[in-house]
């Protein structure tokens, strides 16, 4: 059984970053793909970014490419989101999400995840 929990969300003014953690527990956390997706106010949750277990091929959705940057770190089992010029469309519940047997790609769609942390609030004034 994997858990994911996230950590690192808050306010911040537009034009500023923040990064996000996933700490993700339980066996051969380098076998499982991590995707960041985000749910913004009365809108459908959606892909912003995923890793593939060994780290070494990241995907992006293409409307945020150059300002979030997706990285991980299996010794500590962590997973980060760095976000820069961050706008107001990207205030959102974040939630990292955990795909099972991949550890060298990972997918962007939310249906193929398995596990999921409960979120953590971004929220971007301007």
């Known amino acids: 059984q994997v858990q994911l929990e996230e950590s690192g969300g808050g306010w911040v003014q537009s034009g500023n970053s923040l990064r996000l953690s996933c700490r993700v527990s339980?066996?051969?956390?380098?076998?499982?793909?991590v995707g960041w997706f985000r749910q913004p106010p009365g809108k459908e949750r959606e892909f912003v970014a995923a890793?593939?277990?060994?780290?070494?091929?990241?995907y992006y959705a293409t409307f945020m490419k150059d300002r979030f940057t997706i990285s991980r770190d299996n010794a500590k089992s962590t997973v980060h989101l760095q976000m820069n010029a961050l706008k107001p469309d990207d205030t959102a519940v974040y939630y990292c999400?955990?795909?099972?047997?991949?550890?060298?790609?990972?997918?962007?769609?939310?249906?193929?995840?398995?596990?999921w942390g409960q979120g953590t609030q971004v929220t971007v004034s301007s």
């Open positions: 999400a955990a795909e099972g047997r991949k550890p060298y790609t990972a997918s962007v769609y939310f249906g193929s995840y398995e596990y």
């Open positions: 339980g066996p051969t956390v380098s076998t499982y793909a």
């Open positions: 890793i593939s277990g060994d780290g070494a091929s990241t």
